[in-house]
């Protein structure tokens, strides 16, 4: 079993997907890594890349080409000037040179250096390859898997044992919901104690502090900016951006300078259901919106649901708890962690894998299980929590038109967050102990669930709404 801190599961990141842009961006890096490693990388006269399966059928409205060119341009994800995008890309694209990692110019041409291959890799959906042709006409190629939520692999795991190790220096080695309930009970510790407890086998207190803060800053960001941002999304579909609106209706004459004051100014609003409603509503969909154009999000547990778990913890700040700490944000943040993390050992976190309930299901149950703690939930109630929202995700679909990340993943965002709040207030109300559906069995369903699942539905874009809506329909 993998060692999995919640700054895998919590990663920062440019959209509009964590499979399919940040996990071949970050690809791109490696194999860069890999080229130096090896002592060829100044040999580099030519480049391709083939994209296999989900990350062909989907990949341009995903981005997935545009990511993989600025990880070989040694852009990095988390610090790119994300304003510079499209003008890195446009200088490709007209100069058919590409600065291979800011070092070496060579000739590429996108639209046959590229290749978009119809046909699935072994191992998984999301495959990639990438071949370099030598001054000396030798060929060198490297294949990595994007198995969802950033996570980049290869068929052979060389690092799996390095994990394998850090695993077993945890002091509390987790593989599934029970035992980390066992834990609990025996240390008489919460969850998101047992967590920290982990991660400080890891790094110190001030990383973990310092590591955290930035996630939550690039969440409440991704917020901020969503919801202050009218206009059309790209990609064709003129999908209109909805948190602008909603958010001017619903912030009224409140003043406010930045992120800090735009919370105490949300405080100063109604909190009528309804409100409560339109504001989660709100956080969800401008997250999402922001992901959709390329902007940078937090994966929770990958971009296309990254509005969830944000949405949930923002909820708990302007309107369960107005004197919530950056202690409330940690312990949110190492439950939603652990609970993803659950659901990425015991089944999968990535669509072309399991639909979207592999996604928006787990972000579900991240924030229901993070919520549930911050409102006085016991390590039972977090994990009753967690299934609930997951069990009312089941089966759920991939099907998002066009490519893109957009219809219907926005509004799902939206869903999955409002379900994790009513998961959470169930939970509160129940004797956990009794629980007839433990979350372990609800992980495995769902794991049998994507096994079962028809491929088209897997993020291909060749089933559901993908085949019934099309760009033309818009």
Known sequence: ???????????????????????????????????KAKAIFDQVEKIHIDLYGSLSLTGKGHATDI?????????????????????????????????????????????????????????????????????????????FFSIGGGFVVKKARKNAKKKQDKFDEFP??????????????????????????????????????????????????????????????????????????????????????????????????EVKFRQILKWVTCFALSVNEVNASLGRVVTAPTNGSAGTVPAVLMYYIVIENHKATFDDIKRFMLVAGEIGSLFKKGATISAAMGGCQAEIGVSSAMAAGGLTELLGGTPEQVLMASEIAMEHHLGLTCDPIAGLVQVPCIERNAMGAIKAINAAEIALESDATKA???????????????????????ETSKGGLAVKVSLSDC
Not at 4 to 31: C, E, N, Y
Not at 69 to 90: F, H, N, Q, R
Not at 436 to 458: E, F, G, R
Request: aromatic letters at 8%; charged letters at 25%.
């Open 1 to 35: 079993m993998e060692c999995i801190s919640v700054f895998d599961m919590l990663k920062i990141g440019v959209g509009p997907s964590s499979s399919h842009t940040l996990g071949p961006w970050r690809a791109a890096q490696r194999w860069v890594a890999e080229l």
């Open 172 to 269: 509390f080695p987790v593989e599934n919901a029970n035992q980390l309930l066992a834990y609990c009970k025996k240390e008489n510790l919460s969850i998101s104690n047992l967590v920290l407890q982990n991660e400080r086998s890891l790094r110190t207190d001030d990383q973990i502090d310092s590591g955290l803060q930035k996630i939550w800053d690039v969440m409440l960001e991704s917020m901020y900016i969503g919801s202050h941002t009218e206009g059309i999304l790209p990609g064709g579909l003129q999908v209109k951006r909805r948190s602008f609106e909603i958010h001017q209706r619903l912030i009224g004459d409140q003043k406010y300078q930045c992120p800090e004051t735009w919370i105490t100014a949300i405080r100063n609003t």
């Open 67 to 143: 990511a993989t060119l600025l990880g070989l341009s040694g852009y990095d994800p988390v610090t790119m000037d994300i304003s510079k995008i499209d003008t890195e890309i446009a200088s490709i694209e007209n100069n058919n040179l590409l600065y291979l990692n800011q070092e070496i110019k060579i000739p590429f041409h996108k639209e046959t250096n590229i290749k978009f291959n119809r046909k699935f890799l072994d191992f998984h959906p999301n495959g990639m390859i990438f071949r370099a042709t030598l001054k000396n006409g030798k060929n060198r190629s490297s294949s």
């Open 436 to 458: 007839k559906v433990p979350l372990d069995k609800v992980i495995a369903t769902m794991w049998d669930t994507a096994k079962d699942m028809n491929s088209k539905y897997k």
